[in-house]
């Protein structure tokens, strides 16, 4: 078992930056990327950007060249640095974990409201 808790949600204007934070405990030995997906009122939840155990990052093509995902390995602790948040960045950003148990479990966080204001 995994457990992820999110911080630093909140109200953000429109070409500013904010910094989410997602902790992660448990069983921790074998995770095989970690994340955040987002979803806005009535759309589907999108993954926003992954980090391996590698350190190689991914991201969706309408955050690319703004948001920046990082992990503190010691710490068992992602990163989402937002910058020139936009209006459509506004949503309920889940934080995840990919774990190889006796077969590949998803774990989520309970998720952090982000709102950009124009």
């Known amino acids: 078992q995994v457990q992820l808790v999110e911080s630093g949600g909140g109200l953000v204007q429109a070409g500013g930056s904010l910094r989410l934070s997602c902790a992660a405990s448990g069983r921790l030995v074998n995770i095989i990327d970690m994340g955040w997906h987002r979803q806005a009122p009535g759309k589907e939840r999108e993954l926003v950007a992954l980090i391996t155990r590698d350190d190689t990052s991914n991201y969706a093509d309408s955050v690319k060249g703004r948001f920046i995902i990082s992990r503190d390995g010691a710490k068992h602790t992602v990163y989402l640095q937002m910058n020139n948040v936009k209006p459509e960045d506004t949503a309920v950003y889940y934080c995840?974990?990919?774990?190889?148990?006796?077969?590949?479990?998803?774990?989520w966080g309970q998720g952090t409201q982000v709102t950009v204001s124009s």
């Open positions: 995840y974990a990919r774990v190889s148990e006796f077969r590949i479990n998803t774990y």
